[in-house]
Every structure is written in structure tokens, then in C-alpha cells.
């Protein structure tokens, strides 16, 4: 009766030893697996990330992509070089979306404004619009922060005199505005 007892402990001993080894290899590819899933998840997380962060270089061409890129026109928008002398500017692009919107985007030269373009900056950095040949309004014009860029956004569909703050119009306005401003920050 010994002997049984003694070969059933031992029996026991090695099922749970065994059991033992078993549960820790079933922690062990438990363990790899959530290891191989949260890098995988990193790798998406980091690829959102550096998209969400391209790189726009700091000129005419990449303000114009980081708009486009940021929706406010398609390849679909008119697009029509300007004459950007009339506003002192080295070169100016005109983005027409609809009938009612366009945007318009200057690039100066910092370093040689002529007398044209010291005015018209000086008119959007106090009221946001500027006057140019024969008293021709511009209103809703605004200049980047190091003063090299200028963007113009017309939509007719905005009273310029009392703009409905909650409109769509008045709201994409803002955020384009908003996205104008923070290029190159």
C-alpha cells in the first residue's frame, strides 16, 4: 500500500510539474504576443503621427500645399497666377473654389519690400484689409506672423459690414485663418 501511495505522490508531483511548466510557456507566448501587438500598435501610432507632422518647406510652394492639404481647396480649384506687383509681393496665386469663394495667397520678399508693399503691410498688420488702385477694398486679408506671406479669402456669401458669426462661411473663414497663421510656426 506504500508502494501505491508513494507511486500516486510521485505521479502528482510530476502532473503539477508538468501543469507548472505548461502554464508558464502559455504566459511566456501570452507575454510575446501582447509584446508584438503594442509594437505594431506603436509603428501605427508613429506612422498617424509623422503624417500628421509633414513637413512643408518654409515657401510659396509649401504654403500653397499645406492649404491644400489641409482642405481648403482641391485640384479642382481654378487656379490663376496673379499679378502680385499690384500689392508689392514677389509672386501671388488666386485658388477660385466656387463662385462665391476664393483664396488668395502672396509671398514677399522681406528683405526688399518696396514702398507699395510697406503700405499695404502696414494696413493688414492694423485692420486686416488694405485699399489698392482706384480705392478698391480688400477686406479679410492677413499676414503671417514673419510678415512673408499674405492671404487673401474672399467669399461673397460673408457681409463684410455685420458677418453671421455662427455661419458655416464665417467659420471656415476662421479656420483657414487660424490654419494661415500657424505655418510655419
Same mark, same amino acid.
Request: with cysteine.
Given at each position: 500500500m506504500k508502494k501505491i501511495i508513494s507511486a500516486l505522490l510521485m505521479a502528482s508531483v510530476i502532473a503539477i510539474s508538468a501543469a507548472g511548466c505548461g502554464y508558464n510557456d502559455?504566459? +511566456?507566448?501570452?507575454?510575446?504576443?501582447?509584446?508584438?501587438?503594442? *509594437?505594431?500598435?506603436?509603428?501605427? *501610432? +508613429?506612422? !498617424? *503621427?509623422? &503624417?500628421? +507632422?509633414?513637413?512643408y518647406k518654409d515657401s510659396f510652394d509649401? $504654403?500653397?500645399?499645406? /492649404?491644400?492639404? =489641409?482642405?481648403?481647396y482641391t485640384d479642382k480649384a481654378v487656379k490663376t497666377e496673379m499679378d502680385a506687383s499690384f500689392i508689392g509681393a514677389k509672386q501671388g496665386i488666386k485658388y477660385s473654389i466656387s463662385n462665391n469663394l476664393a483664396?488668395?495667397?502672396?509671398?514677399?520678399? !522681406?528683405?526688399? $519690400? @518696396?514702398?507699395t508693399a510697406k503700405e499695404i503691410v502696414? +494696413?493688414? =498688420?492694423?485692420?486686416?484689409?488694405?485699399?489698392?488702385? &482706384?480705392?478698391?477694398?480688400? @477686406?479679410?486679408?492677413?499676414?503671417?506672423? @514673419?510678415?512673408?506671406? $499674405? /492671404?487673401?479669402?474672399n467669399d461673397t456669401k460673408i457681409d463684410k459690414n455685420k458677418p453671421d458669426k455662427n455661419s458655416n462661411e464665417y467659420k471656415a473663414r476662421e479656420n483657414a485663418v487660424k490654419d494661415f497663421l500657424a505655418f510655419q510656426k
Open positions: 502559455a504566459l +511566456e507566448q501570452a507575454s510575446k504576443a501582447n509584446q508584438q501587438t503594442t *509594437s505594431a500598435s506603436q509603428s501605427a *501610432s +508613429e506612422q !498617424t *503621427s509623422k &503624417e500628421a +507632422e509633414k513637413v509649401g $504654403l500653397c500645399s499645406y /492649404m491644400q492639404d =489641409k482642405g481648403y483664396i488668395e495667397l502672396y509671398e514677399y520678399d !522681406t528683405t526688399k $519690400l @518696396n514702398d502696414k +494696413e493688414v =498688420k492694423e485692420s486686416n484689409s488694405f485699399t489698392i488702385i &482706384e480705392g478698391y477694398p480688400v @477686406n479679410a486679408a492677413y499676414l503671417s506672423d @514673419n510678415g512673408k506671406y $499674405l /492671404m487673401i479669402y
